[in-house]
């Protein structure tokens, strides 16, 4: 196996571990409530825990400060506004976790954070490997 590619696995593991913990073991109840609202402190505080856990998936496989900069702004943006789009949805349609629409917005919103971690480390290999 050739070093990028060792690379792009170690990444997109680290991504999968960060990813873990940032949305099911740091989350805290003012991250929780309300989200449906877009100016949500909570959610604004989630999205900055997961920047904080790329932070450090991206120090570890040496990524130049401007990329570092420019991935973690955009990864906020992008973050804020699935979780936004997610929480909307299911207030809208009055969804809770007894309902089916509940599990399949949760489904889709995850999806998301995974197609967001490819086009990062994308953008990754493409400008720093």
């Known amino acids: 196996m050739n070093e990028l590619t060792l ?4 990444l997109l593991i680290l991504f999968q571990i960060k990813h873990m913990f940032a949305d099911y073991f740091l989350q805290t109840p003012k991250m ?7 100016l ?22 040496g990524t130049p400060g401007w990329l570092f900069a420019a991935l973690l ?10 979780d936004w789009g997610k929480a909307r949805w299911s207030d809208m349609q ?3 976790p007894a309902d089916a629409g509940f ?7 995850q999806a998301l954070h995974q197609l967001t971690y490819i086009a990062m480390v994308w953008v990754w290999v493409v400008t720093a490997a």
């Open 7 to 10: 690379s792009v696995l170690v």
């Open 32 to 38: 929780l409530a309300g989200r449906g609202d877009y």
């Open 40 to 61: 949500h402190m909570g959610r604004a505080q989630h999205a900055l825990v997961h920047i904080a856990g790329s932070a450090l998936c991206l120090v570890i496989v």
């Open 73 to 82: 702004a955009a990864e906020w943006v992008v973050h804020f506004h699935i």
């Open 94 to 96: 009055g969804h809770t």
């Open 103 to 109: 599990w399949r917005a949760a489904g889709f919103d």
